[in-house]
């Protein structure tokens, strides 16, 4: 099959949060299975020059693009490059004004305030530059609300364009709780005609709303995980559209995320000190623990369970369940530290809480990726308590780098983690602890659980190892987008004939 995929970011080229990865590393997979696959996505150039040569070539065509942005014509240039290992074709749009920007998409302010303009720009800078390179896809994969003009582009304008004839539409939600939500007058910009301003295809209590866009007229709408696929209905993780999910449900499929095993697998990390797989990872980790703890300023202390948390800090996290307890966690003979950046009130609070316990409590806030490889493999468990979770992409990391996760059991982190209950361990399938009700005394609980076992070290090796044995690579996971891709396809012809 010929795929575009169109991510608002992609790895090594910019990064604010999983969908970067999964991008990227899905095109990676789906180009193993031998399809032409181009992933298109912006040139933040500030960005990128922070990368430190970490990003491959970068070839500037020629070719200037045009796209209609209200009454007005906004011109792009097209970047050429390649995925790292791979033969996915990278296209990135360099329009300096809407992406020439200290970050992705807004300042300490708050959001850029032409989120709409920049990212309706993109949108139909993807059939521009498909166009340009001759792509005709058979699919063109949006994901996100950045992306969630397309579908809609696609059906109303684009499909009687050359090139674009056999094209279907797949919308993938990696998160419901960011919709892309403007003013209704922000409708001129789509250029889309005002008649699908209506409360089933783009408007959202009287705003144009670019998630229900995508949501409305995708041909197959996917998202992260098969339990997120099932509560996105709810009205508790649906936010307003649950309805309309419900509503399409034969056409929603949830698809667990994969990880890149090239860049996380302990075995061949170049991030680490010392590299283990599951018959070793008993010498192994240690020697990674102690790396950690020494990187905090934490005694060394190997007995001492190790806990890490790596995070956008957001409510959605769960934070406040970890900071409710810290008192009594830090009661108990243990160590946490913390990687992350997000809301000031968090990473105030985490400070405070390492100033004031230097030898239980170690906080970076900041976004660094080879402090993130070094807990990942440095811990004994890892935090992911979180009030809702689309797929979740660090428990997959935990669990193949034998670091035990303590989630709460909703979406994707339902999907990974297998609580350790006297059946599952049992039967052999526990890798972790896990719980539904949010609350402190009931995180606070899990935490002792994880600690009693440890303890066990017969049990805590069994824990590891189950976790350690399961492939979380895309390989399964690819095979269900292509199956997604056809369904697309199908219901695309189904639609036009
Ligand atoms: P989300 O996309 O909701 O933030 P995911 O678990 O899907 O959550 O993906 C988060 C990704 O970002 C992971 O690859 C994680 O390691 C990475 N990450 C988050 N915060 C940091 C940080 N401060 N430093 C390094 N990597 C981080
Ligand atoms: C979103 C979700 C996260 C998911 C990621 C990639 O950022 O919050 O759970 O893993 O997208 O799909």
Redesign the pocket.
Known sequence: MRIVIASSEAIPFS????????ASSLSKALAKHGHDVTLVTPYYRQILAKANGKVPPLNPLDQTIRVPIGNRMVEGKLVLSTLPGSTVRVVLIDQPQYFDRTSLYGNGEGDYADNCERFAFFSRAVFEAATVLRLEPDILHANDWQTGLIPALLKAEYRWRGGFERTASVFTI??MAFQGQFWHWDMLLTGLDWKYFNWHQMEFFGKLNLLKTGLSFADKITTVSPTYAREIQTPEFGYGLNGLLYSRRDDLVGIL?GIDTEVWNPATDPLLPQRYNHATVSQGKPVCKLAVQNKYGLPDRPEVPLFGM???MTS??GLDLILDCMRQLTSLDLQMTF???GDPGYEHALKRLAAEFPTKVGV?I????E??HLIEAGADIFLMPSQF???????M?SLAYGTVPIVRAVGGLADSVVDASEVTLSQGTANGFSFYEYSSPVFFRQVCRAMGTYLDRKTWLQLIQTGMERDWSWNRSAYEYERAYEQACIHRHAVVN
């Open positions: 990064k604010t949060g999983g969908l970067a990865d999964v990696h998160n995320n790596i995070s956008r959605q996290k990687l992350g950046t970076t900041g976004y660094d990726e402090l993130s979770e689309p797929c979740g992409l660090n428990q990391y």
